[in-house]
T-cell receptor, first 115, second 110 residues
Framework: EPEVTQTPSHQVTQMGQEVILRCVPISNHLYFYWYRQILGQKVEFLVS????????KSEIFDDQFSVERPDGSNFTLKIRSTKLEDSAMYFC?????????????FGPGTRLLVL | RKEVEQDPGPFNVPEGATVAFNCTYSNSASQSFFWYRQDCRKEPKLLMS???SGNEDGRFTAQLNRASQYISLLIRDSKLSDSATYLCVVNDSSASKIIFGSGTRLSIRP
């Protein structure tokens, strides 16, 4: 069964450093998402991406964050200058089409720790 | 009012028991509803979609009441493997984001 994959599984970085989190969505999916989950808290929407552009973003997704799909398969989340409060699990998700009833499939996540 | 609200639990019930979770949502224009489960330190996984007519999948039954903006999940004959956090998820009126509740923790004891 096709799966969303994410790399790395864990990343430790120093405050102020840039990190890039990578995702490979399911191959025939067209809608891509990033979510984050701070330890002990709920899953929060960051951004959605379709047709090579951001379709929606949350208040969390400020100028420090960016997304791109550089090669048609990888979908990346970049944090330019990490802060302590960026420590969280970051989940990538994808789905086939734009119908709201369609399921989003989640990757296993990248656990980011900012020191 | 929170966008999606759930009782955080934890619910601690014996194996074989029936347990019910409730969820309310604030946006009356929400279009789609789901229950996901999340095991500790893992990704959310779809348990079932929730339809207006109610739907059942084995031991799991989901109900939606649009007038009250209320969603429920019933688990019958609970198993040890049902121990997890159950997330109520609502799709915003756009096709873009889904909104998660904080989750209800369920622990099944032998």
């Amino acid at each position: 069964e096709p799966e969303v994959t994410q790399t790395p599984s864990h990343q430790v970085t120093q405050m102020g450093q840039e990190v890039i989190l990578r995702c490979v969505p399911i191959s025939n999916h067209l809608y891509f998402y990033w979510y984050r989950q701070i330890l002990g808290q709920k899953v929060e929407f960051l951004v959605s991406f379709y047709n090579n552009e951001i379709s929606e973003k949350s208040e969390i997704f400020d100028d420090q964050f960016s997304v791109e799909r550089p090669d048609g398969s990888n979908f990346t989340l970049k944090i330019r200058s990490t802060k302590l409060e960026d420590s969280a699990m970051y989940f990538c998700a994808s789905k086939t089409g734009g119908v709201s009833q369609e399921t989003q499939y989640f990757g296993p996540g990248t656990r980011l720790l900012v020191l | 009012r929170k966008e999606v609200e759930q009782d955080p639990g934890p619910f601690n019930v014996p194996e074989g028991a029936t347990v019910a979770f409730n969820c309310t949502y604030s946006n009356s224009a929400s279009q789609s509803f789901f229950w996901y489960r999340q095991d500790c330190r893992k990704e959310p996984k779809l348990l079932m979609s929730v339809y207006s007519s109610g739907n059942e999948d084995g031991r799991f039954t989901a109900q939606l009441n649009r007038a009250s903006q209320y969603i429920s999940l019933l688990i019958r004959d609970s198993k040890l493997s049902d121990s997890a956090t159950y997330l109520c998820v609502v799709n915003d009126s756009s096709a873009s984001k889904i909104i998660f509740g904080s989750g209800t923790r369920l622990s099944i004891r032998p």
